[in-house]
């Protein structure tokens, strides 16, 4: 038989299973409370008008062209919506400066390709998305904490980047209702970051995936927003801007898109041409009829659905957790973010919960770039109603506290 160990490349070891991919075979199991997946409910999937959509794509006079290749930049009627709505929260730019690709996470996989060496460092929150993390694995780098509020010196951070064999190459984070903990970065904290992004002279990737979905609070301008404020160009800026209709429109179809500097762009559409040519044409045209007829309004019920529970989890964390456990007041997003007793390992409380009390989520010790913090784990509530979360609470709290 094929040694197949031989002929990988080094790269390959970094690459490890999603916990979270692995946790969603748990969602075809009955009796199982699912706080894991941090995915949309798919009875809120706006079904009906995406049908629509295909079948005006498919029976029109755009049936040849939605069946056909494409531009690998994207679809461009999509593009000058995207640019739009990038405008409404304080980013205008033009359609030339959006790349389409396919989620949000294709964006993070490119963007570690194109500015990643063996042995470079990436700048990550404590925790990260681990799907952020599992991109760039790929592409051997050496991670470093993020913190915009209290970060070591600019220099200290470039000191031990090159004491490490590389530079520093870039700040990832999302900065509303963060993947995994649902906390949003305030406003002195990006000014604070695009300051260390400039003493390093180094691009931010700026991870909107959540941005549309805030309950309550006061909005907070994008970080790219910001920049732009300081510099007036958006071809002057470092930030690095990706978005999805993953979280609010479908994730199935697999949209989302770039916003950043013409140089970056121009690179990425290389990439793309490399990679998959373009994204699916069908699938950009039925979001771009979806989202011009329906976007704002379908945000506002989903804000209003994911609120309700994100209050309902709040609520019921109140009733039922021990002393002890501290967990994450989210202003949006689909997470909470509990941290139990030090000693407590999440790994070892999923594996009893599955057994006793039937009910999943995520242990936090993934979403850390050196695998600490097992004293964690994710709820998700955007797929649970509100008796399954005052339910699962109450089977957790027992859990903890027999633990």
């Given amino acids: 038989m094929m040694d197949w160990q031989q002929v990988l490349a080094t790269r390959s070891g970094r690459m490890k299973a999603s916990e ?38 498919l029976t029109g006079p755009m049936a040849g062209a939605a069946l056909q ?12 919506w995207i640019a739009g709505h990038m405008a409404s929260i304080g980013i205008p730019c033009a359609a030339d400066q959006v790349l389409i690709t396919s989620g949000s996470q294709q964006a993070l996989d490119y963007l ?27 592409y ?10 209290g970060n070591r010196p600019a220099e200290a951070i470039a000191e031990a980047a090159e004491a490490a064999g590389g530079r520093v190459k870039f700040a990832y984070l999302s900065a509303d209702f963060a993947n995994p903990t649902g906390e949003t970065l305030d406003r002195s904290g990006r000014e604070a970051l695009l300051d260390l992004a400039e003493a390093l002279d180094i691009p931010i990737i700026e991870d909107a995936a959540y941005q549309a979905l805030r309950y309550d609070g006061e909005a ?21 801007y990706s978005g999805s209709f993953s979280k609010v429109l479908s994730p199935g179809l697999r949209v989302g898109w770039v916003v950043a500097a013409a140089p970056v762009i121009q690179r990425l559409v290389l990439m793309k041409q490399a990679a998959d040519l373009h994204s699916p044409t069908l699938n950009q045209i039925a ?51 509990l941290t139990l007793p030090e000693g407590m390992e999440g790994a070892d409380l999923l594996a009893r919960s599955l057994k006793s009390e039937r009910v999943a989520f995520v242990p936090g010790r993934a979403f850390f770039a050196d695998g600490s913090n097992g004293n964690t784990i ?14 699962g609470m109450k089977r957790l709290g027992r859990l903890l506290r027999a633990v």
Avoid at 113 to 124: E, G
Avoid at 140 to 149: G, N
């Fill in 20 to 57: 979270i991919r692995e946790l969603l075979k748990l969602l075809d199991q009955p009796d199982i409370i699912s706080f894991a997946g941090g995915i949309p409910d798919p009875a809120l999937f706006p079904a009906a008008a995406f049908r629509d959509a295909m079948d005006r794509a």
């Fill in 69 to 80: 290749y494409s531009v690998s930049e994207g679809y461009r009627p999509l593009r000058e």
């Fill in 112 to 138: 570690g390709k194109l500015l990643l060496d063996p042995a470079d460092t990436a700048l990550v929150t404590w925790p990260a998305y681990m799907g952020a993390l599992g991109a760039f694995n790929a």
């Fill in 140 to 149: 051997e780098p050496r991670y470093d904490r993020l913190d915009p509020k």
């Fill in 220 to 240: 907070v301008p994008p970080i790219l927003a910001l920049e732009l404020a300081r510099k007036g160009d958006l071809d002057a800026c470092r930030t690095i």
């Fill in 287 to 337: 979001t771009e009829q979806v989202a011009r007829a329906i976007f704002d309004e379908h945000t506002a019920n989903l804000r209003r659905v994911y609120g309700a529970r994100r209050d309902a989890m709040l609520a019921a964390l109140a009733r039922h957790m021990p002393e002890g456990v501290r967990w994450t007041r989210p202003e949006g997003g689909m997470f909470v973010w």
């Fill in 378 to 391: 994710r709820l998700a509530f955007s797929c649970a109603d509100e008796a399954m979360i005052e339910e």
